[in-house]
């Protein structure tokens, strides 16, 4: 190897060392607004506010023949919309300050989504039903990823260190004057 390629080695090793020690960014994220995204709720209510990126209660218990109404925050438009477009409208908007009421007449669990918002999205039990466990809650998310985001991360850092030192040595081994 020559000289000139040992700073394209050292370059490169420590860019996959920058980019290998970046934060770590969790899939599935239901919002891009920046908002923390708070944690799952299930509780018997009728009404359900619709946050910037997430719903409360997350899980809703009704009894058959409810009323369920969405109550929007300030900032956003959401579209709340039934699993498979059950229930719900993919057209009618819900405007920030805005309510939104559906009538649920049969016992059953009723998946839904705003689909403005990939991600945001939660279930309301109508009747005496049990939900299905989510996937992904306590377990981690398919697939077998425990969902921290920077799991990865010493494993990526030890990786980009190993790069950067083997670049280094080759350097400076190539540095060396050869003993004749």
């Known amino acids: 190897m020559s000289r000139r390629f040992a700073p394209i080695i050292v370059a490169s090793s ?5 980019l290998a020690s970046a934060p770590g960014v969790v899939a599935g994220d239901p919002c891009y607004h920046g908002f923390d995204i708070p944690p799952r709720t299930e509780e018997a209510a009728t009404q359900i506010k619709v946050a910037p990126c997430a719903f409360g209660p997350t899980v809703a218990h009704v009894p058959v023949g409810a009323t369920v109404t969405f109550f929007s925050g300030p900032d956003f438009t959401h579209l709340i919309t039934g699993a498979n477009a059950e229930w719900g409208s993919r057209d009618i908007e819900m405007q920030p ?3 939104i009421s559906y009538r649920f007449d049969k016992a059953g669990v009723y998946p839904y989504a705003c689909a403005l918002h ?3 999205s939660g279930t309301i039990v109508v009747g005496d039903v049990a939900a299905p466990a989510a996937a992904g809650t306590a377990t981690g998310a398919a697939g077998g990823s425990s969902g921290d ?5 010493p494993v990526a850092v030890a ?5 950067v030192l083997a ?9 060396r004057p050869v003993a004749v």
Do not use: E, S
Not at 14 to 18: C, E, K, P, Q, T
Not at 159 to 163: A, C, P, R, Y
Not at 167 to 175: C, D, E, S, T
């Open 97 to 99: 300050n805005q309510q």
């Open 159 to 163: 990786g980009g260190l190993v790069i």
């Open 167 to 175: 670049g280094a040595g080759l350097f400076l081994a190539r540095r």
């Open 149 to 153: 985001p920077n799991a990865a991360l």
């Open 118 to 120: 990939r991600g945001m």
């Open 14 to 18: 420590m860019l996959v060392l920058a």
